[in-house]
């Protein structure tokens, strides 16, 4: 045998093998990638919808607070009744004005998008206050 024979010899026992195990790892890695993507764009989107929904929930607060909370004080009429009347005006302009993709992917992120917005207008009376 020969320097080519044996090379030849090699090349279709050890290399031409190997090509078919790297491409099964190259076309993994390519998946995994391509799946690391996919949650990166989806979790943008996810923050971006989000930021989007508390930025209008703290905008309804504030108006509500400024329309009708405002002017029940100044009355000293702003009673439990009362509040419950300002955050059911509040969630009714806010479900308004949130787009259904938006509650879509809200209630993907968070489990229970009305809970969230319940949780968020709380919150955001109380940064208010």
């Not at 031409?16 to 190259?26: H, N, S």
């Not at 607060?61 to 005006?89: C, G, P, R, S």
């Amino acid at each position: 045998m020969n320097w080519t024979e044996i090379l030849n010899e090699l090349f279709q026992l050890c290399i031409i093998p190997l090509f078919g195990v790297a491409t099964a790892y190259i076309v993994a890695f390519i998946k995994s990638k391509t799946k690391e993507v996919e949650q990166t764009i989806e979790n943008e989107t996810a923050h971006k919808y989000l930021d989007m929904a508390e930025k209008i929930i703290c905008d309804v607060v504030i108006a509500t607070n400024q329309t009708y909370v405002d002017a029940l004080k100044d009355k000293n009429a702003f009673d439990a009744a009362a509040q419950a009347e300002a955050f059911q005006k509040t969630k009714t302009a806010v479900m308004a004005l949130i787009t259904d993709n938006m509650k879509k992917v809200i209630n993907e992120a968070t489990g229970d998008f009305d809970v969230w917005v319940d949780i968020i207008i709380e919150a955001k009376v109380k940064e208010v206050k």
